[in-house]
């Protein structure tokens, strides 16, 4: 019987969810490992294991994770760079908003996650 199973690696708890042609479904958490993030992975394998889930009978392996996007919003990791269209490259400092009946209104803009000293331009159009 074919299971599916997917995982989302967060920063603080790793989510499992498993289901199979029957309807039956697993779902739990477990604490993610932030310096050993596949530890987590496995942890909830040997879980989902001693569930009775056949290893074999796993048909479809999804994964997703944040721990990126929260490193790059928390301004945790290496620096990043921006590659864009040329023309485009202070599209992101710019972000303009209309606010309508709000005069005077003023919104402190955090820093951008990238630095316009890191933003490259490329020519070329793109075809869709």
């Known amino acids: 019987m074919a299971t ?11 989510d499992f969810v498993a289901a199979d042609e029957l309807g039956a479904r697993f779902e739990f958490k477990v604490r993610s490992t932030p310096a050993a993030p596949a530890q987590a992975v496995l942890e909830g ?10 290893p074999a009978a796993i048909s479809l392996f ?32 710019l972000r303009r908003l209309r606010l309508t009946g709000a005069p005077g209104f003023h919104v402190r803009r955090p820093e951008p996650l990238v630095a316009r000293r890191d933003v490259r331009e490329v020519g070329g159009r793109l075809l869709a």
Do not use: C
């Not at 599916?4 to 790793?14: E, K, N, Q, S, Y």
């Not at 394998?45 to 056949?54: Q, S, T, V």
């Not at 928390?74 to 921006?82: E, H, I, K, P, T």
């Open 45 to 54: 394998f040997g879980r989902l294991f001693a569930e009775g889930i056949d």
């Open 4 to 14: 599916l199973v997917g995982v989302d690696v967060g920063g603080t708890f790793t």
């Open 62 to 93: 999804a994964h997703g994770t944040t721990v990126a996007l929260n490193t790059l919003l928390q301004r945790s990791g290496a620096r990043v760079g921006l590659i864009t269209t040329r023309g485009f490259r202070d599209v992101l400092a």
